[in-house]
């Protein structure tokens, strides 16, 4: 055997260097122990880093004989003994806490068949693999912090190009989603469990195992038949500051953990007609995420992830925001060698590939966080139904004595009153959220009567936080004392020492305002009594009309049979999708209105930047004209180009601007105001306090000519009484009528935005 010079290698130095921001992948290659009934090892880990596979030089045909020794180099490699738990500490541990922080990620396991990808995945009971030391880890995170953790999971397969809920297999097969630019892609109907518990979890989780498509084969008698992928969000909201209690900030991490079918041979498995075909599908997927890996590792432009469900769903691992790690698995058999070459070669080139990686935090207002738990809580009731569905409950013995017509009136009664129960709990539920929003804003005008009262305390020296009570009296007892004083000295010193008469005023006026802020805080705290009280009574009724909504369920077997009553279940199921659906709508287009509201917040100061530098370049221009400086041919130039964009931005019939009726090729062009232009901000021009000023307000010239409509587009020339002999000269101005163009695009902007807005109006409870 001839060593040889690395025929492939991942290391730091081949690879070009990364972008902010940008994360390479994160390639590992596990060894997996050599069987009794297998032939001689070819394949082995040199060093932490390095596999050694002996190969033949299929291009060389008289060293083929001999041999040659190739050696793969990889962020790391583990050996034949490596524990599961080293490989997790290793590879996905730090992606956890990524994902808790708000970052996504991904690990899967690639390889051929048998080499030993679900031993690392979910591993045994005695061996746990990754999916249940991740999850472990998350809960033990979020443990006693459920008021700020939400953790939601799904868990699905991909067999045969078809997706299946493994939390829920009975639901069929689902479709993949995506938005018209492919940017977004989703499973419609997966379950998504939400949950804190460790044991729930880890029930669902084998529950999902044992309802994957798993079949013996020659080459591994447990031989996963599908694509495992295991998704959990988490997703962390706090306030955004102490004071803001009405914004909050959501970081959202979602971890996939992702179990791949194995690529075979079908002459080596000797699989026939069913099995044969899941192979045939399994490697075309495969060879479909194969040629994104080599796309992506080539720098393309364009990759092709259309070719398979698989890639599709791994585009954002691949490509996207997102830390990714991949787990090659190869078997150091000589009869596996070339799987495992394969394998070491596809995972050498994952090794060129980066995603960009970013954190997923973002600020919503505590309107929408509320919406979101409404919605947790319909998806959890969903997901009970679902349980409902498949459970087999005893029948009444009662079904088959009623006669047809007697049953059918009873269930249309019952399923009815279903119905009308839920929505009396929707009711109950958006009445809470208002009344959240509501002690929400007590409490946040209660911080501040606080503020009052605790910088007045600290002026005077009091410790504010020695309790409230105690503070009221004290503020109470300072005030009386230094009344009586004021009024001793007054008597004593008469009027003839007014030096301190301002500071006595003062601080006269900052007693009027801690006693106001007292009594604003008794005011409050009464209101919060009342609706703390309001709030318990929904609560309660809500709990009932819940208890009411079950023990509707709970009749169903004496009158139905199992298939009748799931028909029920799954309609009421649908009846709590749509309202989930509706509120996730609703809680997208408050979203929408922030971001609207913040774009407008940047117009507003965008336009005033854009007003300094307007009043600085015509300052400007004033001195060039009054010192008679002849300009530069470059600053003409700018000048040249500054009036042609003006051309561009308004002119908006493309038909050759006239010189008739331009302005003066002698001026300088004028500046534009055209987007200062109030109609062209008719979104911003309801808060006078953000207008431009007038030219009159701005001390504009007063010798200015009136402003006509050209002036209203292009703005006002600088002009100087004799200056204009000396300025450059000027491509024609546009046409006089551009100004009514102008008028009407505003119009239509802002129709299109008043449109806009009332399509985004959110629900009665809306109150931003
Ligand atoms: N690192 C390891 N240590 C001990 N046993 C292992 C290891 N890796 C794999 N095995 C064993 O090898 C056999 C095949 O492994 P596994 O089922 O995980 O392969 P696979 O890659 O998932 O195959 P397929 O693609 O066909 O599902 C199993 O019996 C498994 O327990």
């Not at 400007?620 to 470059?634: G, T």
Request: hydrophobic residues 30%; glycine residues 4%.
């Amino acid at each position: 055997m001839s060593p040889e010079t690395p025929s492939s290698s991942g290391s730091d130095t081949s690879r070009p260097p990364l972008k902010p921001a940008e994360e390479r992948l994160m390639v590992a290659v596990r060894v997996r122990p050599l069987k009794n009934d297998e032939p001689h090892r070819v394949l082995y880990a040199a060093d932490r880093k390095s596999v050694i596979l002996e190969d033949s030089d299929k291009s060389d045909a008289i060293r083929q004989k001999k041999g040659v020794e190739r050696h793969y180099t990889f962020d790391v490699v583990f050996n034949e003994t490596s524990f599961q738990e080293e490989v997790y500490d290793v590879t996905t541990r730090s992606l956890v806490k990524d994902v808790l922080n708000g970052y996504n990620g991904t690990v899967f396991a690639y390889g051929a068949t048998g080499a030993g990808k679900t031993h690392t995945m979910v591993g045994d009971r005695h061996h746990p693999g990754i999916m249940i030391r991740a999850l472990n880890d998350i809960f033990e995170a979020v443990k006693d912090k459920e008021d700020e953790y939400s953790v939601t999971m799904s868990y699905l397969e991909l067999y045969n190009e078809n997706i299946r809920d493994l939390l829920n297999p009975a639901s069929g097969y689902l479709e993949l989603r995506e938005d018209s630019r492919g940017r977004s892609i989703q499973v419609s109907g997966l379950t998504e469990i939400s949950t804190t518990s460790t044991d729930e979890v880890m029930q669902l989780l084998q529950k999902g195992n044992k309802a994957r498509t798993v079949e013996p084969t020659a080459m591994n008698q447990t031989s996963s038949r599908s694509h495992a992928l295991l998704s959990v969000t988490v997703r962390h909201t706090v306030p955004v500051n102490k004071r803001d209690h009405l914004r909050m900030r959501i970081k959202q991490g979602r971890l996939f953990m992702i179990d791949l079918a194995g690529s075979e041979r079908a002459n080596k498995t000797k699989n026939r007609g069913k099995r044969l075909q899941e192979g045939a599908h399994i490697n075309r997927s495969l060879l479909a995420l194969g040629n994104c890996i080599n796309a992506l590792a080539g720098g393309a432009r364009y990759v092709n992830y259309r070719d398979s469900k698989l890639t599709r769903l791994l585009k954002d691992a691949l490509s996207g925001n997102c830390k990714t790690v991949m787990i090659a698995h190869v078997s150091p058999s000589a009869n596996q060698k070339d799987e495992s070459r394969n394998t070491l070669i596809y995972a050498d080139r994952a090794n060129n590939i980066s995603t960009k990686v970013e954190r997923n935090v973002f600020d919503v207002s505590y309107q929408v966080t509320q919406y979101q738990t409404v919605v947790n809580e319909l998806r959890a009731e969903i997901s009970r139904l679902q349980t409902k569905m498949k459970e087999e409950r005893p029948r009444s013995a009662d079904i088959s004595k009623m006669n047809a017509e007697e049953k059918s009136e009873e269930v249309r009664n019952l399923r009815e009153q279903i119905v009308e129960t839920f929505k009396t709990q929707m009711k109950l539920r958006r009445k809470l959220m208002e009344i959240d929003a509501h002690l929400l804003g007590l409490g946040m005008e209660a911080e501040r009567q606080h503020l009052i009262i605790s910088h007045w305390e600290s002026r005077n020296n009091k410790l504010y936080k020695n309790g409230v009570n105690a503070s009221r009296a004290r503020t109470q007892q300072s005030i009386r004392r230094r009344k009586l004083a004021t009024a001793d000295g007054f008597r004593s010193a008469g009027n003839e020492e007014d030096m301190d008469s301002d500071a006595d005023g003062e601080e006269a006026d900052s007693e009027t305002a801690v006693q106001q802020a007292w009594g604003e805080l008794a005011d409050i705290e009464r209101e919060q009594d009342r609706w703390t009280e309001l709030r318990g009574h929904i609560e309660l009724k809500l709990e009932a009309c819940r208890q009411r909504g079950v023990m509707l369920e709970d009749k169903l077997p004496s009158l139905l049979s199992s298939d009748d009553e799931r028909e029920i279940l799954a309609l009421i199921c649908r009846v709590h999708e749509l309202e989930a659906d509706k509120m996730a709508l609703q809680s997208e287009r408050l979203v929408r209105q922030h971001e609207l509201k913040r774009r407008d917040l940047l117009i507003i100061r965008y336009d005033r930047q854009r007003q300094l530098c307007e009043e600085i370049i015509t300052r400007q221009r004033q001195l060039i004209e009054e010192a008679k400086v002849k300009l530069p041919s470059d600053l003409q130039e700018l000048y040249q180009m500054y009036q042609q964009e003006i051309h561009a931005a308004t002119y908006t019939d493309f038909n050759p601007p006239s010189t008739a009726g331009g302005c003066s090729i002698d001026k300088l062009p004028p500046i534009s105001k055209i987007y200062s232009d109030p109609m062209f901000r008719p979104t911003l021009t309801s808060d006078p306090s953000v207008s431009p000023p007038s030219s009159s307000e701005s001390g504009g010239d007063e010798n200015m000519p009136k402003e006509s409509s050209i002036d209203r587009v292009m703005g006002h020339v600088v002009t100087r009484p004799g200056a204009a002999t000396r300025l450059p000269p000027l491509p024609p101005s546009p046409p006089i009528r551009l100004s009514s163009i102008s008028k009407d695009s505003a119009h239509i902007m802002r129709r299109a935005i008043s449109e806009d807005r009332i399509a985004n109006t959110p629900g009665p409870s809306s109150k931003d």
